[in-house]
């Protein structure tokens, strides 16, 4: 097991995790939302290769419609 932070709120994930196993595990919408680790944006292409290490901060954006 391994502590991060996600979105500014600590929480511990099992090792080896991907960014895309997390965003899923946490009931967002991939199709709607961002990710930006350690102050960078990951692009979703990379979600799934994308290994989650102790200690980094996560933020995910999640987008919403109105008018």
């Known amino acids: ?3 991060i932070w996600l ?3 600590s929480i511990t994930i099992k090792a080896n ?3 895309a196993e997390l965003i899923k ?4 919408d991939g199709a709607r ?3 930006e680790i350690d102050m960078q944006i ?5 979600w799934d290769e994308f290994i989650i290490k102790d200690g980094m901060k996560i933020e995910i954006v999640e ?3 109105g008018g």
């Not at 595990?25 to 967002?28: L, V």
């Not at 990951?42 to 990379?46: H, S, T, W």
Request: charged share 10%; glycine share 8%; hydrophobic share 40%.
């Open 1 to 3: 097991m391994i502590q």
């Open 17 to 19: 995790s991907t960014l």
């Open 25 to 28: 595990s946490q009931g967002y």
């Open 63 to 65: 987008f919403v419609g």
């Open 42 to 46: 990951v692009p979703k292409v990379k």
């Open 7 to 9: 979105n500014s709120n």
């Open 33 to 35: 939302v961002a990710a």
